[in-house]
Structure formats: C-alpha cells, structure tokens
C-alpha cells in the first residue's frame, strides 16, 4: 500500500507562485511515473503534468512554460512549481503515483491540496 501527503496549497494574487509537494510512503520501491493533476469546480480532473522515472517530463499546454514538475527518487518526492499563477489555475491538485508490481501497475492518489488565485 502506498500513501501520498500533498502540502503546498494556499492563496496567492495572480502572478505569484506556489509550489506543491508530494511525498510517498509505504511500498514505493517501484514508483514510475509521478504527476499532479487538478480539479477546478464543476470540471472533470485534468493532467497537469507528469514525470517519469527517466525525467521525462509531459505538461499540459495551459501550463508549459509557467509550471516545473521535479522529482526526488531518494525522497520519494514529486514537486509541483507554478509561476505567473492565473485565476483560471484555481483548483484542487492532486497528486498521483504510478507503482509497478510483478502482477501490474497500480495508481494511487493524494487526498489534494487547495489553490486559490485571486485578481
């Protein structure tokens, strides 16, 4: 079993940045990919961006250019840095984790954290 603790969250003016992080715990030996997602109200959740064990990185394109995803393998530790935050980037974000077993590969999910950007 694995668990994710998301922190990060908050409020900020438009233009500031936030930077979200997410730890895992439990049987992590295997994680692949890592990424964040978000969901805004009366959205379906969305892929925010993605990182896999290698580094290889996937973005969104709303947010390429004004968001870094950056992993720690040692800390089993997957970031999230927003710059030039718009009102419209106002969500729930949750993190997610890919961990392969010998039978496959199961996605676990963070309880998300709040991001509230205000004009």
């Known amino acids: 079993q694995v668990q994710l603790v998301e922190s990060g969250g908050g409020l900020v003016q438009a233009g500031g940045s936030l930077r979200l992080s997410c730890v895992a715990s439990g049987t992590t030996f295997s994680i692949t990919t890592m990424g964040w997602y978000r969901q805004a109200p009366g959205k379906q959740r969305e892929l925010v961006a993605t990182?896999?064990?290698?580094?290889?990185?996937n973005y969104a394109d709303s947010e390429k250019g004004r968001f870094t995803i950056s992993r720690d393998n040692a800390k089993n530790t997957v970031y999230l840095q927003m710059n030039s935050l718009k009102p419209e980037d106002t969500a729930v974000y949750y993190c997610n984790i890919q961990v392969y077993y010998v039978l496959g590969t199961r996605g676990f999910w963070g309880q998300g954290t709040q991001v509230t950007v205000s004009l």
């Open positions: 990182i896999r064990s290698g580094g290889e990185t």
